[in-house]
Structures are given as structure tokens and as C-alpha cells.
């Protein structure tokens, strides 16, 4: 069965520094998306950042990127010059049925960051 | 980026009535889901909403007790039924549209029942 996995409940991070945040998977399926997602507290969910499995080079958007290892079947993201807009729960999540027209997401636990000024 | 709108946003509710929340996305999209969010826990998924027909349910949710509606491409509703505190949760809708990547969500609806 798909799994997603993040250990890391909390994180602190000082402010214009770069932090991971860590995210395994398992799936048996070939074909899969990763993606996160940032929640602040007033509950919305916005996307950050895709990654295929099937794509060769890791997921870069602005300020995130996506460190992309699909041998040990991990996904973290890490956030460059972090800022204190960036506190906020964020989850990391995988796409069941890639070509199937699929679109079910399995989620993480989640890991609150806080970033420090 | 789809813009996805829903309602209410926030809402007080008595235990045993019912609440039904909408979900507005400003343009056609293939799929719809359902998702609740408990106090404190990561995201499970209700239900997919199927235009025209009737909604699949994962497991451990029911019909009779979270009935989805899909008239067309763009709206979808999701009822709560007689609501008891532990039903108290966000409640997001996300849509994915034709075979993009991104999957986007609305806003959530904060639901605490007393």
C-alpha cells in the first residue's frame, strides 16, 4: 500500500537560512507524483512544488526545490533563505493512479516549521 | 492556477443537524475530491466527485453520512449529516484539471459542532 512518511514533526530554522524538510514514500507503482504542499494556520492548502517520477532532473520553483532521491524513495523539499512568512505546516503527499486520470493524494503527518528572526 | 472558492468558510453547528458545504472552481476541471482535515492530523480523502454520477467513497466513509453532489464541471457540494463533535474538522475541496500535474485546493470550511 502507498505510504508517506515525515519524521520530523517540528522544525526551527533561523531566518534567510535554507532548511529540509524530509519526506519518504512506498508505493509499487512506477509511475507516481510527489508533491507539497504549505498550510498556514488560517487552513488553506497551497501547492509548492511537483516532482514525476519520471523526471530526470529535480523540481525547482522560486525559493523551493525538491531533492528528489527515487532509489531510497525519498522527496524532501528544502526552503533557500527562509522567511518568516514560511512558518506554516507543511505536507508532503503522493498521487495514487498517475495514468489512470487519477488524482487522490496521500499525505504525510505533516512538519510544523517555525522560522526564527 | 485554478481558483477554488468554498462555503461557508468557518461555521458553528448543534450536534445532529446537518451542514452542506459548496465548492466553486472558476473553470471546467475533470476531478474533484473531498477531504477532511481533523484537529491536529494530516488530510484523508472522503470521496471523489463524479460528474453525473453518484461519488466514490473511500473507505470508512458512507453515503448516507457525507452525501456529494456534482451537477457539472465546475461545483460540488459535500453534506455533513447528523454532525456529532467528532465531526468537527476542515473540510477541503481540491480539483485537478485534465491531465495536468497540479491538484489545487479551496480554502477549507472550519466545522466545530457543539
Known amino acids: 500500500a502507498q505510504k508517506i512518511t515525515q519524521t520530523q514533526p517540528g522544525m526551527f530554522v533561523q531566518e534567510k537560512e535554507a532548511v529540509t524538510l524530509d519526506c519518504t514514500y512506498d508505493t509499487s507503482d512506477q509511475s507516481y507524483g510527489l508533491f507539497w504542499y504549505k498550510q498556514p494556520s488560517s487552513g488553506e492548502m497551497i501547492f509548492l512544488i511537483y516532482?514525476?517520477?519520471?523526471?530526470?532532473q529535480n523540481a525547482t520553483e522560486g525559493r523551493y526545490s525538491l531533492n528528489f532521491q527515487k532509489a531510497r524513495k525519498s522527496a524532501n523539499l528544502v526552503i533557500s533563505a527562509s522567511q518568516l512568512g514560511d512558518s506554516a505546516m507543511y505536507f508532503c503527499?503522493?498521487?495514487?493512479?498517475?495514468?489512470?486520470?487519477?488524482?487522490?493524494?496521500?499525505f504525510g503527518q505533516g512538519t510544523e516549521l517555525s522560522v526564527k528572526p | 492556477s485554478a481558483v477554488i472558492s468554498q462555503k461557508p468558510s468557518r461555521d458553528i453547528c448543534q450536534r445532529g443537524t446537518s451542514l452542506t458545504i459548496q465548492c466553486q472552481v472558476d473553470?471546467?476541471?475533470?476531478?474533484m475530491f473531498w477531504y477532511r482535515q481533523q484537529p491536529g492530523q494530516s488530510l484523508t480523502l472522503i470521496a471523489t466527485a463524479n460528474q453525473g454520477s453518484e461519488a466514490t467513497y473511500e473507505s470508512g466513509f458512507v453515503i448516507d453520512k457525507f452525501p456529494i453532489s456534482r451537477p457539472n464541471l465546475t461545483f460540488s457540494t459535500l453534506t455533513v449529516s447528523n454532525m456529532s463533535p467528532e465531526d468537527s474538522s476542515i473540510y477541503l475541496c481540491s480539483a485537478r484539471r485534465g491531465f495536468g500535474n497540479t491538484i489545487y485546493f479551496g480554502e477549507g470550511s472550519w466545522l466545530t459542532v457543539v
Open positions: 473553470s471546467q476541471v475533470t476531478m
Open positions: 516532482q514525476g517520477s519520471y523526471d530526470e
Open positions: 503527499a503522493m498521487r495514487e493512479d498517475f495514468y489512470n486520470q487519477g488524482g487522490k493524494l496521500i
